[in-house]
């Protein structure tokens, strides 16, 4: 027993012991070679055919290694008439060659066969080293000092599989950063006195320490002496509301602060107008409106919320925005009307715009005098009086369907208020499903079907084909069919409904 542990600990000893290394160099690229490529092999995949068969790591021509003693190394060059393959292998001083094969077309069984009845038995953990640094072909930044490589100078690292290799100046050549950039690259407050400097404007100081929140070794200064008038934040692309005097700030015209969420949009300094003898609010055009224009009296609706919402703004996006911070909108205006809590209706007059076309539109509006709202109520109650009253609750429940198309599902809601946001308040009821007519995929032939109450109001949507949609309105009548209204007689059925006036 004690010879036999005696010689289980000899041969562990010789198995962990370091397999001698030498330092060769790869031939090069056959000088008529279409298409070459080297690699240490270690094992052979029996599910492969081929080169492909011949498994390990890539080895670039030319270029100095060290492998372990008895690695078997391949070198292949296709010429424009036959295949050369060399098999060789490490030894104690060089690379030496075992076989040459010249063939007609390319690996085939036979060499891969011969090459896998040579390798080492611990050939699996055979790994090649690379002992000289690649050469630097193209220009780059060094990733020690960020400083610039040309090209044919510095060092290039091999990167680990997946990654680019990276570039360094060689050790001790990197420059020592300078004091000053010109111009700067980063849009951030002064360094001296905190207000904005735009990249491309201005120059780049040296800090005393990296910055502990962007990590910048530099920070933006204005160039000479800083401007009295600079901003405090980047300035505004877009036209918006001031949240000091709530008046239009053209685009460029203000700035935002910069590291808060949502920040609200502000005139430059000691740019606001001067105050309206009169209050204002900033309202929004629903969908499906005509566009805002300045003078126009029109029935506006206004959010009272105000502070900060978010929410998803597209399908992968989430955000947050500044509401305008609404006051309270007086009874006495035309036409008022409580649609919902902290959201009203009255006629107004448009005083600014701002947006439209594809985009949504805002409009800073003041209340109408009773003699400017007069025409626009008075063709409201016309308007009215030519619609339908709205149904009572009586009569049969009404069935209506639409087909799936594709990925498109039709949907229903039942409109029960008004929302600030959605334009209505939804309430999506349930639905059935019927595949009795329906394709293998269920992308043609299925039936979704809903129940319709009388006396309700419902929106739909549904597909005509994968491209296009139909959407409206629909209600159910006494007799139980459905019928397609108008958006007018939506409206005149929420302004009807004296339960939902108070919501």
């Known amino acids: 027993m004690s010879a036999l542990v005696q010689a289980s600990s000899v041969k562990l000893a010789a198995s962990a012991r ?23 092999v270690q094992y052979i995949d029996p599910a492969a055919t081929g080169a492909y068969a011949l498994c390990g790591s890539g080895l670039e021509a030319g270029v100095a290694y060290t492998l372990p003693d008895g690695a078997l190394v391949v070198v292949c060059d ?59 072909r193209y220009q780059g930044r060094c990733a020690t000092c960020r400083r610039t490589v040309t090209a044919g100078q510095g060092v290039v690292h091999p990167a680990s599989t997946g990654l680019s290799p990276t570039v360094t100046h060689r050790p001790g050549e990197c420059p020592p950063p300078p004091e000053v950039l010109v111009p700067n690259r980063r849009s951030e407050p002064c360094l001296v006195c905190g207000r904005w400097v735009a990249a491309g404007a201005g120059i780049a100081r040296l800090r005393t320490q990296p910055s502990e929140a962007t990590g910048s070794a530099y920070q933006a200064c204005h160039q000479g002496e800083c401007p009295l008038d600079a901003p405090l934040g980047p300035t505004n692309r877009m036209a918006g509301w001031c949240s000091d005097c709530g008046h239009l ?51 506006v609706r206004v959010d009272l919320r105000g502070g900060v919402a978010e929410g998803w703004v597209d399908l992968l996006m989430w955000a947050r ?7 309270d909108v007086p009874p006495a205006a035309p036409g008022f009307r409580v649609l919902r809590d902290s959201y009203v209706e009255m006629v107004g007059v448009i005083l600014e715009t701002v947006g439209g076309g594809r985009r949504s539109q805002s409009a800073r509006v003041r209340a109408a005098t009773p003699e400017e709202a007069a025409e626009l109520l008075a063709a409201e109650l016309a308007d009215e009086a030519g619609l339908p009253l709205p149904l009572a609750q009586g009569g049969h429940k009404a069935d209506w369907s639409a087909e799936r198309i594709g990925t498109g599902r039709p949907w229903l809601a039942e409109i029960t208020g008004r929302h600030p946001d959605y334009e209505y308040e939804r309430l999506f009821p349930p639905f059935r ?46 007799e139980g069919d459905t019928v397609v209204i108008s958006a007018e007689e939506v409206e005149s059925w929420l302004n009807g409904a004296a339960a939902w006036a108070a919501r």
């Open 433 to 478: 499903a019927d595949y009795a007519g329906s394709n293998s995929k269920g992308t043609r032939g299925v039936w979704y079907h809903w129940t319709l109450t009388p006396g309700r109001v419902y929106e739909v949507a549904y597909p005509l084909s994968h491209r296009e949609w139909q959407r409206e309105f629909l209600r159910a009548t006494p």
């Open 249 to 299: 700030v053209p685009a460029g015209q203000g700035w935002r602060h910069p590291f808060e969420d949502a920040a609200p949009l502000r005139h430059l300094d000691n740019t606001c107008p001067e105050p309206d003898p009169f209050p204002s609010w900033i309202v929004k055009r629903p969908r499906k409106q005509e566009p805002l224009q300045p003078g126009q009296v029109r029935r």
């Open 78 to 136: 296709k010429l424009p008439d036959r295949f050369l393959v060399q098999l060789l292998r490490v030894t104690e001083h060089a690379l030496a060659e075992e076989k040459t094969w010249e063939l007609k077309a390319a690996l085939g069984k036979r060499v891969v066969d011969y090459i896998g009845r040579r390798l080492l038995p611990g050939a699996g953990d055979h790994r090649a080293r690379r002992a000289e640094s690649m050469p630097n």
């Open 321 to 327: 925005w500044k509401r305008p911070d609404n006051a």
């Open 18 to 40: 370091p397999v001698p290394r030498t330092l060769v160099a790869i031939p090069p690229r056959h000088p008529d070679s279409i298409r070459s490529w080297r690699r240490l």
